[in-house]
């Protein structure tokens, strides 16, 4: 399986506060997504990147930015955390919209 | 309503099972991923595929383009298979859409 690891794994943060996840591949996919998964829901694209300093919205974006900066490296912040943005996040890198996605072990983020 | 449609959403089998989840949705696509989730919350690809059939295993995928339908099979089942399978659909330069997941459990 592809190199891709998120941080933090755990976080638990109060509401108002930044927030920003990272993730890192090693494959040298050319895209990479972010997604939250929460009960009742299937996973939701959140911001994805088709290259360095190349990134788009997706589905439910409002309150998340993104930056990519090196081909490795996909940030996901939360410009101002809310209780509704608690969830389960995942990121996921592959060579294309149509390839295999390849996904890291998810951040389980609580805002309190 | 979303696009893509899981059933069922929890299924419970006996080991040594046959297990049918299917997957249906309502556009055209150029590609049906079937995701595997463990039970710690890790995400693994099993499949993607746009026409016919493939195996891996004890797993098979198929998909009926023409009626908007795929199906993944476990022949032998596991407990270890024990997981929520994602199917999930694109269509040509655009993201995926994901159903919401069939949760599986396969008692010894």
């Known amino acids: 399986d592809a190199g891709i690891t998120q941080s933090p794994r755990h976080k638990v943060t109060e509401t108002g506060t930044p927030v920003t996840l990272r993730c890192h591949q090693t494959?040298?996919?050319?895209?990479m997504y972010w997604y939250r998964q929460d009960p009742g829901h299937g996973l939701r694209l959140i911001h994805y990147s088709y290259g360095v300093k190349d990134t788009d919205k997706g589905e439910v974006s409002d309150g998340y930015s993104v930056s990519r900066s090196k081909t490795e490296d996909f940030l996901l912040t939360l410009e101002s955390a809310t209780s509704s943005q608690t969830s389960v996040y995942f990121c996921?890198?592959?060579?294309?919209?149509?390839?295999?996605?390849?996904f890291g072990s998810g951040t389980q983020l609580s805002v309190l | 309503k979303n696009e893509v449609e899981q059933s069922p959403q929890n299924l419970t089998a006996q080991e040594g099972e046959f297990i049918t989840i299917n997957c249906s949705y309502s556009?055209?696509?150029?590609?049906l991923h079937w995701l595997q989730q463990h039970p710690g919350g890790g995400i693994v690809s099993l499949f993607m595929?746009?026409?016919g059939k493939k195996k891996h295993g004890r797993l098979i995928a198929t998909i009926n383009i023409q009626e908007k339908h795929s199906s993944l099979h476990i022949t032998a089942s596991h407990p270890r298979d024990s997981a929520v399978y994602i199917c999930?659909?694109?269509?040509?330069?655009?993201?995926?859409?994901f159903g919401e997941g069939t949760q599986l459990t396969v008692n010894p």
């Open positions: 595929l746009s026409s």
């Open positions: 999930a659909v694109g269509t040509s330069g655009s993201r995926l859409t």
């Open positions: 556009v055209g696509i150029s590609a």
């Open positions: 494959e040298n996919h050319r895209y």
């Open positions: 996921a890198s592959s060579d294309s919209f149509e390839e295999k996605l390849f």
